[in-house]
């Protein structure tokens, strides 16, 4: 509770008042002071002003109530509060979005486990132990044909949360983030009043610009990509099982095996490619973790690719490339978990493994034992703990917003 005075003992020449929309009125000494203007305003203690502007790396705790009945303060009862306002309520939404963002990556996260499962329990099923006989005569195409009705039978799953998750992705893109539509409405809302070319020129001294450019909440939407390449990279491990499976049976069928969304070898190459994209934007946005994990599964299917058999020789020179970017990618995934973050060491162990899987021979393959110990070492999700809207934010040395109470690990960089 602020000491109250008597209006009567104030002097509105030294020391203005700011009435509120509540009727509760303050000295602008007081209020300032209760509510932070100091947070968005450089002052200047030997003159007693504000000289310039902050850019806080904070987020704000809440947006600026009185002191006395913690009504919060209206924009259009006093202008000299707006920057503080208008920082506030902003940060509000990144939180808000931020945190629904975690949850629901988590959501989606589990969803990718059960369909992890369900590929592994049913892919025996696809192949049939032996060639399917009509009137005690092997017949090839009827097997290819009976593996095919197999494989667009089982897609469905994986089509529904890949849709799940473009969903996802669209609803998390930049124009739909608090920072940008904070400065998009400051630029239209300038341009009715002045022309486009002196209200663009006016609008860097607000800091709204600069907070569209900030990307606070990437982690979210590359969250996202990188949920799109594990499913992906799942799919692959299958369509690569079911393949090389077939192989061995040495069928003599006119029919060619039809995987959805195309061969394996086909979609390896648009992965690899992906991959590489969500690498170079990870490391560019300081989200270690995530560039770290999107470099395993790039390896993991490079390796797939080389060691499934699919690949023909004149394809050698194109896998042995894939196969060296790989190496390239998990030495610097190894320095990047010089970084302190959640599951630093569980995915150290998984770079390990994987760097020695790749050692192997060209079309060697590698044990059902190894592969299971990379994959569980890979799947590094779980509850972690979800941040809430309140307690104190801040941002940690790479610029992100953080909780007290900590983020999601599905996408803890």
């Known amino acids: 509770m602020i000491m109250m005075s008597r209006y009567a003992d104030i002097n509105l020449d030294e020391s203005p008042i700011v009435i509120l929309v509540c009727g509760h009125f303050f000295t602008v000494e007081t209020l300032d002071g209760h509510i932070g203007l100091k947070d968005v305003y450089e002052f200047d203690n030997n003159t007693g002003h504000f000289i310039g502007l902050i850019d806080n790396v904070e987020l704000a705790a809440s947006v600026p109530q009185c002191p006395n009945c913690r009504e919060p303060i209206k924009q259009y009862v006093t202008q000299r509060y707006n920057r503080l306002i208008n920082r506030a309520v902003v940060d509000e939404m990144s939180k808000r979005f931020i945190v629904n963002g975690q949850q629901e990556l988590q959501q989606l996260e589990s969803k990718l486990e059960d369909l ?68 998009e409405a400051t630029v239209n809302a300038a341009a009715k009043i002045t022309p486009l ?13 600069k907070s569209a450019k900030r990307d606070r909440d990437l982690r979210i939407t590359l969250g996202g990509n990188l949920l799109e390449i594990k499913v992906r990279c799942f799919v692959l491990e299958d369509n690569f099982a079911i393949a090389r499976a077939v192989s061995l049976k040495h069928l003599t069928a006119t029919l060619q095996l039809k995987f959805p969304g195309g061969s394996p070898e086909m979609k390896s190459e648009a992965f690899l490619c992906d991959c590489k994209k969500l690498i170079k934007e990870c490391l560019l946005q300081s989200l270690p973790k995530l ?65 020695k899987m790749l050692k192997s021979d060209f079309y060697e393959a590698v044990s059902n034992e190894e592969i299971e110990a990379i994959k569980k070492a890979m799947v590094v999700g779980g509850p972690g703990g979800i ?20 983020f999601l690990s599905v996408i803890h960089y």
Request: proline content about 2%; glycine content about 6%; some cysteine.
């Open 116 to 183: 992890r499962g369900e590929l592994e329990d049913s892919r025996k099923s696809v192949v049939p132990s032996e060639v399917i006989k009509i009137r005690n005569v092997v017949n090839p195409d009827m097997t290819v044909q009976f593996i095919n009705d197999g494989l667009r039978n089982r897609s469905q799953g994986s089509i529904n949360l890949m849709n799940l998750i473009k969903s996802f992705r669209l609803r998390m893109q930049t124009q739909h983030q608090p920072t940008y539509k904070l400065h």
């Open 197 to 209: 070319d002196i209200a663009l020129s006016n609008l860097v001294i607000d800091a709204s610009s």
């Open 291 to 355: 560039a770290v994990e999107a470099s395993l599964y790039y390896a993991r299917i490079a390796h797939l690719f080389s060691s499934s058999g699919l690949a023909k020789d004149k394809d050698r020179a194109k896998v042995t490339g894939h196969l060296g970017t790989a190496k390239e990618l998990l030495k610097k995934a190894e320095q990047l978990c010089e970084n302190d973050f959640r599951n630093r060491d569980t995915l150290l162990q998984a770079i390990v493994m994987t760097a």
């Open 387 to 406: 941040a809430t809207h309140s307690g104190h934010w801040y941002k940690c040395i790479n610029g992100h917003p953080v909780s007290q109470y900590g």
